[in-house]
């Protein structure tokens, strides 16, 4: 029996509700992300059906009936899943429904939002990243394409040795998932890896993930010291700039005032992962069980940040949204 009353309603009454619960900054924005994507998710199948059947979940082969919720609804159980971190046992007695039935919802939901926005431009033109380039950071990092860097999701320890060698994380003391993630200098979100065992060093997601077949000859890449990436930038026409080496006792001037700007453009990429991880879904350790999803959910989360408006973050140009198609 579809449920009348809108659970969207009864939890959203202001703009501060939408942003705790959904992770949008306003009620128009999410209206208008809804809008765009309502027509497709109209006839979403669910994952189970679509299994049986070997398609996609956005076949086109209409709704799987019948529906146990309203399709809006189904949508903010799955931001309630992934930006509150609710659990499958309280979103099931919440929405008066089985936690099979949520499982089914947050699966279709994540793999359907993850070919939506995976169809989003997010790799900015030479000439887009340079119109938007922050004033203040052009004299020493006016070539600069994307800032990289690599952010680490707590996952359950496998029971296989082999497995939990490939997983173990040295930084984290933990067995985790590992990312990359490259920002624009106006603090878009333009690239995201798939997730890695946490194993995996920084030079080598960068070589696995692909963006060295987007770079293009005169391309600057920003990073951290740790990405000893110089050789493979160069391979393809690109350069690194991390922050100098100190080589004596005292920075020059110019040194200086070349650390603080790389330093200032740098932070943007730590404030764009830090609003990835606010999804509260990275709070605990990721269970095994939702492996087959996890990169889906991550990749959602980084491209759905974009929507969230301007980085504060003085003298950046304002980070423009995406549209939907």
């Not at 398609?55 to 209409?62: F, I, R």
């Not at 492996?291 to 423009?320: D, R, Y």
Request: with cysteine; glycine share 6%; hydrophobic share 40%.
């Amino acid at each position: 029996m579809l449920v009348q009353e809108f659970q969207l309603c009864r939890y959203c009454a202001s703009d501060g509700d939408f942003r705790y619960y959904t992770r949008f900054p306003s009620e128009r924005i999410f209206r208008k992300f809804w809008q765009a994507i309502e027509p497709s998710a109209s006839v979403l199948v669910y994952w189970s059906k679509a299994q049986r059947m070997g398609l996609e979940a956005t076949a086109e082969t209409g709704p799987s009936p019948p529906r146990k919720l309203p399709l809006i609804d189904e949508f903010f159980l799955y931001c309630l899943h992934t930006a509150v971190g609710l659990k499958e046992k309280v979103l099931a007695d919440m929405f008066g429904v089985s936690t099979s039935t949520v499982s089914r919802i947050v699966i279709t939901w994540a793999n359907y939002l993850y070919q939506i926005l995976g169809s989003l431009p997010l790799w900015l033109s030479q000439e887009e990243v340079r119109r938007r380039l922050p004033q203040k950071f052009r004299e020493f990092c006016s070539d600069v394409r994307v800032i990289l860097d690599c952010t680490e999701l707590r996952c359950e320890t496998p029971s296989a040795l082999t497995l939990h060698s490939c997983t173990y994380s040295a930084y984290k003391s933990h067995t985790t998932f590992k990312g990359l993630i490259g920002v624009s200098p106006s603090g878009a979100v333009t690239f995201v890896s798939k997730l890695y065992s946490g194993g995996i060093s920084d030079k080598e997601i960068t070589r696995r993930s692909g963006i060295l077949n987007i770079l293009e000859n005169g391309d600057a890449v920003m990073a951290d010291k740790g990405f000893l990436i110089e050789n493979m930038l160069n391979n393809v026409g690109a350069r690194l700039i991390i922050p100098p080496f100190k080589h004596k006792a005292q920075f020059s001037r110019q040194e200086t005032e070349q650390t603080q700007a790389i330093a200032r453009l740098r932070i943007l990429v730590e404030r764009v992962i830090r609003r990835v991880k606010e999804f509260h879904i990275f709070d605990t350790v990721i269970p095994l069980t939702v492996a087959g999803s996890i990169n889906q959910i991550w990749t959602n989360c980084c491209v759905l940040v974009n929507f969230q408006g301007p980085m504060e973050l003085e003298h950046t140009a304002e980070v423009v949204a995406p549209s939907v198609p």
